[in-house]
């Protein structure tokens, strides 16, 4: 059964018949690229679905009917959908007794990955943590709303911390219940795919099969000794006294900050497009396009904090949604994002099946990051830019604490998470993940002064998303800032050649192994030996000239 022109799926209905049949086919070497041309068509329209679903849901997160929209998409669409690509992968892996073209053999493999993860009984423990993140969601909105009205205009950094602080401490309770219930039915998810801990099931359901569990965890200490003093010297040269306060965590030291002066978003868009465009003519067109209905960059009550992307692959086209603040961290944050939408479209221009496009996380965040760096230099006004050459090297200073300020944090995350899913009792406590949140501060984040605020925190993990929704997903920032910054120091090199290198290997999708993939980008894979030295070294020169 073909897939017809004007093809336009609205419910499940739609696609099952051609979904079936597909399992109805005899694989054969002579039908193998039909077959999965067409299932790969009909997965772009459930994909392209979702990404309108999503687009709607984050654009204004507090309409009822929007969120009601999205979970019957999960449930009449999503689901079922799931539970027959298994089946179609299975069949393909019983019935593929042939030797795959090179193709297809990173896809494959992650087909193999998948069916190993995948258990339909696990479906609606799927279903009951999303209902869990939709709680945790709402009331972190709810706590935002309540900020930002009991939060004076004028007031200092360490006051609007301090209401902020307050109102968390009033859902602490519920946040503790909603993730305690999180952590159980996780637990269960691996059990019942036959894992022994869900750090395990996790590391197969996204695939990580070129490191171990063992040698994450042993690439932060490395990467937190290396970094500290780095980053101790940056913030002496900024203030005497090098320990941050807690207020002072989350931002660059206020001399590396500077407000925008845009007045509109749209003055905004427009700017940004141009700098786009002088970076790579194709992406600026890519980025005009996104304006119209896929680029959200207002701060609006309703709409999901943060920033992402995502892509449409029937319309051919990423969407990047941005909470904007008026202030560098928009430039930084619109790049980063962008450099996701230029992966995505890359990919799906030039690989033909939607699975090739499957981009190990890793390299997702080295695309994002790295294009913060190589898209830098055109945002000054010898370039086209808009910003006065003569803030340069304050921009530059504020794009480098980024890796200063993130590494650290993210190997606090990353070990508190193997901890939690790998050697935490199984009725741990909140008590329990608060006593350790506060140890590993004390180890990665010695610069940080909690005193008085020891409490505040013991709980700070609450505050972070990604504990909720995203288990496992931190240490992807850490290896692809490893990655970045050498793409960086071959841009100060040769910029038009470290970007040509660049777009290429984006262009491959997923078909190459990860670490094939940083050796494509022309970088070396992070975990190798002396890679973290070399790159920490680095980072030191480049900041104290």
């Known amino acids: 059964?073909?897939?017809?022109?004007?093809?336009?799926?609205?419910?499940?209905?739609?696609?099952?018949?051609?979904?079936?049949?597909?399992?109805?086919?005899?694989?054969?070497?002579?039908?193998?690229?039909?077959?999965?041309?067409?299932?790969?068509?009909?997965?772009?329209?459930?994909?392209?679905?979702?990404?309108?679903c999503k687009r709607a849901r984050s654009w204004n997160f507090e309409d009822e009917s929007v969120r009601q929209s999205y979970?019957?998409?999960?449930?009449?669409?999503?689901?079922?959908?799931?539970?027959?690509?298994?089946?179609?992968?299975?069949?393909?892996?019983?019935?593929?007794?042939?030797?795959?073209d090179a193709e297809y053999v990173e896809m494959i493999r992650r087909f193999q990955q998948a069916?190993?993860?995948?258990?339909?009984?696990?479906?609606?423990?799927?279903?009951?943590?999303?209902?869990?993140?939709?709680?945790?969601?709402?009331?972190?909105?709810?706590?935002?709303?309540?900020?930002?009205?009991?939060?004076?205009?004028?007031?200092?950094?360490?006051?609007?911390?301090?209401?902020?602080?307050?109102?968390?401490?009033?859902?602490?309770?519920?946040?503790?219940?909603?993730?305690?219930?999180?952590?159980?039915?996780?637990?269960?998810?691996?059990?019942?795919?036959?894992?022994?801990?869900?750090?395990?099931?996790?590391?197969?359901?996204?695939?990580?099969?070129?490191?171990?569990?063992?040698?994450?965890?042993?690439?932060?200490?490395?990467?937190?000794?290396?970094?500290?003093?780095?980053?101790?010297?940056?913030?002496q040269s900024y203030a005497q006294d090098h320990q941050q306060r807690p207020w002072e965590v989350g931002q660059a030291p206020r001399e590396l900050m500077s407000p925008l002066s845009f007045q509109r978003n749209a003055d905004f868009e427009a700017a940004m497009a141009q700098v786009f465009s002088h970076l790579d003519s194709e992406m600026g067109t890519m980025f005009e396009r996104m304006r119209?209905?896929?680029?959200?960059?207002?701060?609006?009550?309703?709409?999901?904090?943060?920033?992402?992307?995502?892509?449409?692959?029937?319309?051919?086209?990423?969407?990047?949604?941005?909470?904007?603040?008026?202030?560098?961290?928009?430039?930084?944050l619109l790049m980063h994002e962008c450099g996701h939408a230029w992966h995505d479209f890359l990919s799906f221009a030039h690989q033909e099946l939607?699975?090739?496009?499957?981009?190990?996380?890793?390299?997702?965040?080295?695309?994002?990051?790295?294009?913060?760096?190589?898209?830098?230099?055109?945002?000054?006004?010898?370039?086209?830019?808009?910003?006065?050459?003569?803030?340069?090297?304050?921009?530059?200073?504020?794009?480098?604490?980024?890796?200063?300020?993130?590494?650290?944090?993210?190997?606090?995350?990353?070990?508190?998470?193997?901890w939690l899913y790998t050697e935490a009792p199984e009725a741990v406590s909140a008590a329990q993940l608060d006593a350790k949140w506060m140890e590993l501060s004390q180890q990665f984040e010695p610069d940080v002064n909690w005193s008085k605020y020891e409490y505040e925190c013991a709980h700070g993990w609450q505050q972070d998303g990604r504990i909720f929704g995203q288990p496992f997903y931190m240490l992807e920032y850490a290896l692809a800032h490893m990655g970045a910054l050498q793409l960086y120091q071959n841009a100060c090199i040769d910029h038009r050649a470290a970007w040509q290198v660049y777009r290429e290997a984006l262009a491959l999708g997923g078909t190459r192994r990860l670490p094939d993939l940083f050796q494509a980008a022309g970088v070396d894979f992070p975990l190798l030996p002396g890679v973290v030295k070399s790159v920490t070294d680095f980072l030191a020169a480049t900041l104290e000239n």
């Open 1 to 52: 059964m073909h897939i017809p022109v004007n093809f336009d799926p609205k419910s499940w209905q739609d696609f099952e018949p051609h979904y079936q049949a597909l399992l109805r086919v005899t694989l054969t070497p002579a039908n193998l690229s039909e077959w999965l041309r067409r299932g790969s068509q009909l997965e772009k329209y459930v994909w392209e679905i979702h990404a309108g």
């Open 71 to 100: 979970q019957r998409f999960i449930d009449e669409i999503f689901v079922p959908f799931q539970e027959i690509s298994h089946a179609l992968q299975t069949k393909l892996l019983h019935e593929m007794t042939w030797e795959a």
């Open 115 to 235: 069916v190993d993860a995948y258990q339909v009984k696990n479906v609606p423990l799927e279903r009951d943590i999303a209902e869990l993140m939709d709680r945790y969601l709402l009331i972190t909105r709810s706590i935002e709303h309540r900020c930002e009205e009991a939060t004076p205009q004028q007031c200092s950094k360490e006051e609007r911390w301090r209401i902020h602080q307050t109102y968390w401490h009033q859902e602490r309770d519920k946040i503790d219940e909603i993730f305690l219930a999180m952590l159980s039915k996780r637990r269960q998810l691996a059990r019942q795919a036959g894992f022994p801990s869900y750090t395990l099931y996790r590391w197969k359901q996204l695939s990580r099969s070129d490191y171990t569990p063992a040698e994450a965890l042993a690439f932060h200490q490395t990467l937190a000794a290396s970094i500290s003093p780095v980053k101790t010297a940056l913030q």
């Open 292 to 332: 119209v209905g896929f680029l959200d960059l207002d701060a609006r009550s309703g709409k999901l904090p943060g920033s992402e992307e995502w892509f449409f692959p029937i319309s051919g086209l990423p969407c990047v949604r941005v909470f904007s603040n008026g202030t560098d961290e928009d430039v930084q």
């Open 354 to 418: 939607t699975w090739q496009c499957d981009v190990p996380g890793e390299f997702q965040e080295f695309a994002a990051i790295s294009m913060t760096y190589l898209a830098t230099p055109f945002l000054f006004q010898d370039q086209g830019g808009f910003y006065p050459v003569s803030e340069r090297a304050r921009f530059q200073a504020f794009l480098l604490y980024e890796p200063l300020r993130w590494l650290p944090y993210i190997a606090r995350f990353d070990v508190f998470e193997h």
